[in-house]
C-alpha cells in the first residue's frame, strides 16, 4: 500500500497524465489518449472519474463498469505537426513526472521503506530510461545490469538475453534449408479410410497428406525447425521435453478425409464431438488436421512440435505456448483450438470481437497492453484451471502474452504454473501452489508480466523494436490517404480513416526500405533479409501483407496502377476495413490495410470487374495488359510453370475476394463465345502484390483483346457471378 509521503507524487502524476491525454484526444490521437488514461487508472488513481469515463465507463455504486454501448474512437488524425507537438509535450512531461518519482524512490530509501523505494526508482525508469541519475540511483538501490546499453535488474536483462536469443534462432532457422524426401512410409489409419495419400520424411518427422509433396515438404521443414528452436529456447531448463512423442503429422486439404480418418480410428466416445467441433486431433500419437490453406498447414506443423515439446497439458497454456513460438515465426496465429466467445451485440463488442480474430502479432500486442492495464480481466491464477469449453476473450490474449513472458524469463515457471492444476480447484489453490513450487508469489510474477507490456520502456523496445504511434505520423501520409480513399470512393466504397497504432509497423519497413536501398522491386519490398540494417522478424512478417510503393512520389499517379495488382485491388475493394496505417517518406510508403478491419459482424465479398446486375454488363472498361515485372515474383513463378519464362505481359487479371476461406472456386472467361486461356490461382502466396487471404485470381495468358465484349463466369460454394465487360 503507498505511504502517506507518495500521496503529492502519486496526485502529480495523476494530473499531469489526465492532462496530457486529454490533450492528445483532442488533437486527433485518441488511442495515444487512451493508453495514458489507462495508465492513470492503472498505477495512480483507479477511480478516477475523468479517466474512467473517457475511456467509457460509469459508476454502478461504487464499482465502475463498462458500459457496452460506448463507441471508443479508433482513428487518429495523420497530422504530424501535432503528433511532433505531443511528443515534445511528453518529453517535458517525463522529465518532470521521472524526476518526481526518483526524488521521492530516494527520500523513502532512506526511510527504509525498500518495497516502495523500488516502486517509485522503476517508475522513473519508465519516464526516464536513460538518465544518468535515475541509472546511478537504481545501480544503487538495487542489482542493476546493463546488456547491449540497457539497464535493468536480473529480471529485466534475462527477458532481454532469451529474447535476443530466440531471435537469433528464428531468424537463422527461417532461412535454414532441411533435408526432406519423399518417401513410401504408410499409415494404417488413413489406409483403413481409403484416403488417397503421400508421404515426406525428413530427420525426426514422417508427413503424410492429400497436399501436394511440395506442401507436405515444406510442413516437415517448419516442424524440424520448430523442433530445433525449441531444443534451444528450453535448453538448460530441467523437464523439457516431458516425454518423446511419435513425430508423424498428416494434413487433408478437405474435411472430408480427415473425418474418414477420425471415425475409423479416434476412440469411440470422441468420434462424434471431434467430428462436429473439431478438425484437427491427435490419435495415437498421430497429429491429423484439415487445412484447407498452405498457411494453416505450415502453423500446424510449427505448433504441434512446439506444443508436444513443452508438454503443457491445461488448455490455457497448451494454447498459449503454441500462439507464442507461432507468432515468433509467422509473425501471425491461424489456428485457434479452444472455443471463441460470441461477439456481444454492440459496436465497441464487435470491434474487440474482430481484433481478436485477426491473426496479427501486432494486434494481440496491443490487446496484451489493454488488458495489463484493466487489471480487471483473466487472472494468471486461473489459466491452469480454464477449459477449451469455457474460455473467456481475453483469455486468449492474456494467456498467449503471459506464456510469451514465462519463456523469455523462465520457462520452468511455466512447468510450475502446470503444476498446480492437478491439486488446485479454486485461483487462491493456485496461488498457494505456485508459491509452493516456484518458491515466488505468481502476484510478482503477474506484476512483472504486466510492468513488462504496459511500460514504454527501454527493455521492451529492445525486445520488440517498436517506434510510438506519435513517431509513426509522417507529413506525407494524408496525400496517399487522400488518393487511396478517393479511389475506394470510386468503386462504391467507404472512406477509410488513419490511425498511429497501425502504421508503427509502416514506418519500420520504411526505415528497412531507407537503409537498403538495394531493396527495390515487387521481389524484394515484400519481405526484410536477415543481416541487412533494421531487419527484423516481425517486418519480414510485415512485409509481405502490406502495400509497398517505391516508384512515384505522386501519390495519385501510383494508386491509379494499384488497381491492376490483385493484392492491392483487394484492399481497395475490401469493405471490411475502416482504418488504415500508413507511412510516407521520400517517395516511399507502406501501408497497412489487413488490421483495420470495422465492426460489421458478417464479411462483404468482392469482384473485379463487377456486373451491377448478375449477368449484366460492369460499369468501366479494364486494361488489357499488366507488365509482368509490376506483378513481380509469383507471376514470374507461373509462366515459366507454363513454358512461358520470357512474357513481358498477361492480360489483366481478374479477381474474386472472399476476405476468408472459400472452396470450389472456378472461373471461366470467354471471348465470343470461346474460352480466353489463363490460370486460376488461390492468392495465398507470399507477396501482397498478387496474394491477400480468401484471393482468387485469373491470369489470362495473353493481353486481352480491345473492344469486344469478354465474359467471365465464376463459382463457388454458395454462390456465383456472371460478368461481360470491355478492355481497353
Not at 323 to 346: D, Y
Request: glycine fraction near 6%.
Amino acid at each position: 500500500m503507498p505511504e502517506p509521503e507518495e500521496a503529492e507524487v502519486l496526485a502529480l502524476g495523476q494530473k499531469e497524465l489526465d492532462a496530457y491525454a486529454a490533450l492528445g484526444f483532442k488533437n486527433g490521437f485518441p488511442r495515444q489518449a487512451r493508453q495514458v488514461w489507462l495508465e492513470v487508472i492503472g498505477e495512480y488513481a483507479p477511480d478516477d472519474e475523468a479517466a474512467r469515463k473517457a475511456i467509457g465507463f460509469y459508476k454502478n455504486g461504487s464499482v465502475w463498469q463498462r458500459d457496452p454501448k460506448f463507441d471508443y474512437p479508433e482513428q487518429d488524425t495523420p497530422d504530424a505537426g501535432s503528433a511532433r507537438m505531443l511528443e515534445q509535450r511528453w518529453a517535458t512531461l517525463a522529465q518532470k513526472l521521472g524526476e518526481a518519482h526518483r526524488q521521492l524512490a530516494a527520500k523513502l530509501a532512506a526511510a527504509g521503506k525498500p518495497a516502495r523505494a523500488a516502486y517509485h526508482l522503476q517508475r522513473a525508469q519508465r519516464f526516464l530510461p536513460d538518465d544518468a541519475k535515475v541509472v546511478a540511483q537504481a545501480k544503487a538501490q538495487a542489482k542493476m545490469v546493463q546488456f547491449e546499453g540497457v539497464t535493468g535488474d536480473e529480471i529485466d536483462i534475462t527477458v532481454l538475453r532469451r529474447s535476443r536469443l530466440m531471435d537469433r534462432a528464428i531468424t537463422q532457422l527461417s532461412q535454414q534449408p532441411v533435408a526432406v524426401a519423399r518417401c513410401d512410409e504408410k499409415l494404417a489409419m488413413i489406409d483403413k479410410a481409403h484416403v488417397a495419400y503421400g508421404a515426406v520424411k525428413s530427420e525426426h518427422f514422417v508427413v503424410y497428406g492429400d497436399w501436394e509433396p511440395e506442401v507436405l515438404q515444406q510442413a516437415a521443414t517448419w516442424a524440424e525447425r520448430s523442433l530445433a528452436f525449441c531444443e534451444q529456447a528450453f535448453a538448460g531448463y530441467e523437464g523439457f521435453p516431458p516425454r518423446v512423442r511419435s513425430r508423424q503429422l498428416a494434413f487433408f486439404k478437405q474435411k472430408a478425409q480427415w473425418t474418414a480418418v477420425v471415425r475409423l480410428s479416434a476412440p469411440a466416445g470422441d468420434v462424434e464431438f471431434l467430428v462436429e467441433n473439431a478438425s484437427a486431433t491427435e490419435i495415437d500419437s498421430v497429429h491429423l488436421a484439415a487445412a484447407e490453406q498452405t498457411e494453416v498447414v505450415y502453423d500446424l506443423a510449427v505448433r504441434w512440435v512446439a506444443q508436444d515439446y513443452a508438454g503443457l497439458s491445461a488448455d490455457a497454456l497448451e494454447e498459449g505456448i503454441g500462439h507464442a513460438i507461432v507468432g515468433m515465426f509467422f509473425g501471425k496465429n491461424l489456428v485457434f483450438s479452444v472455443g471463441q466467445q460470441k461477439p456481444e451485440h454492440t459496436v465497441s463488442g464487435n470491434r474487440e470481437q474482430n481484433k481478436l480474430l485477426l491473426p496479427d502479432m501486432d494486434t494481440w500486442r496491443e490487446l496484451a497492453v489493454e488488458i495489463a492495464w484493466q487489471q480487471g480481466g483473466t487472472a494468471a491464477a486461473r489459466l491452469p484451471l480454464l477449459k477449451a469449453a469455457q474460455f473467456p476473450s481475453d483469455a486468449r490474449i492474456k494467456a498467449w502474452s503471459f506464456c510469451d513472458y514465462l519463456l523469455r524469463r523462465d520457462p520452468l515457471l511455466l512447468r510450475r504454473l502446470q503444476d498446480c492444476a492437478p491439486k488446485s480447484r479454486t485461483e487462491n489453490d493456485v496461488l498457494g501452489e505456485f508459491q509452493k513450487l516456484a518458491g515466488m508469489p505468481l502476484q510478482h510474477v503477474e506484476d512483472r508480466w504486466r510492468r513488462f507490456w504496459t511500460e514504454d520502456s527501454a527493455i521492451k523496445r529492445a525486445v520488440l523494436s517498436r517506434t510510438t504511434p506519435l513517431e509513426a505520423t509522417s507529413k506525407e501520409a494524408p496525400a496517399w490517404l487522400e488518393q487511396f480513399n478517393r479511389l475506394r470512393q470510386q468503386y462504391d466504397r467507404a472512406a477509410v480513416g488513419w490511425s498511429s497504432q497501425l502504421s508503427i509497423a509502416c514506418k519500420e519497413h520504411v526505415d528497412y526500405l531507407k537503409a537498403n536501398k538495394d531493396q527495390r522491386g515487387p521481389d524484394k519490398e515484400h519481405t526484410q533479409v536477415p543481416g541487412k540494417p533494421a531487419f527484423s522478424n516481425s517486418g519480414r512478417a510485415f512485409a509481405a501483407t502490406a502495400l509497398v510503393w517505391t516508384k512515384d512520389k505522386d501519390a495519385k499517379k501510383a494508386v491509379e496502377q494499384w488497381l491492376q495488382l490483385p493484392g492491392y485491388r483487394d484492399a481497395i475493394l475490401n469493405p471490411n476495413i475502416d482504418t488504415v496505417g500508413i507511412y510516407a517518406e521520400g517517395g516511399l510508403v507502406v501501408i497497412d490495410a489487413s488490421r483495420g478491419r470495422n465492426d460489421k459482424p458478417q464479411l462483404t465479398n468482392a469482384l473485379y470487374p463487377i456486373a451491377n446486375l448478375q449477368g449484366g454488363r460492369a460499369r468501366d472498361p479494364i486494361p488489357a495488359a499488366v507488365d509482368v515485372d509490376l506483378l513481380g515474383p509469383e507471376v514470374v513463378r507461373l509462366l515459366a510453370a507454363h513454358k512461358r519464362p520470357k512474357q513481358k505481359q498477361v492480360g489483366c487479371p481478374l479477381t474474386l475476394h472472399m476476405y476468408g476461406a472459400t472452396k470450389n472456386v472456378t472461373c471461366k472467361v470467354t471471348r465470343r463465345g470461346a474460352p480466353v486461356e489463363g490460370w486460376l490461382v488461390a492468392g495465398d502466396g507470399s507477396s501482397r502484390r498478387t496474394s491477400a487471404p480468401g484471393l482468387w485470381v485469373f491470369y489470362p495468358a495473353e493481353p486481352l483483346e480491345r473492344g469486344v465484349d469478354l465474359r467471365a463466369e465464376w463459382t463457388w460454394d454458395g454462390g456465383s457471378h456472371d460478368v461481360t465487360f470491355l478492355a481497353k
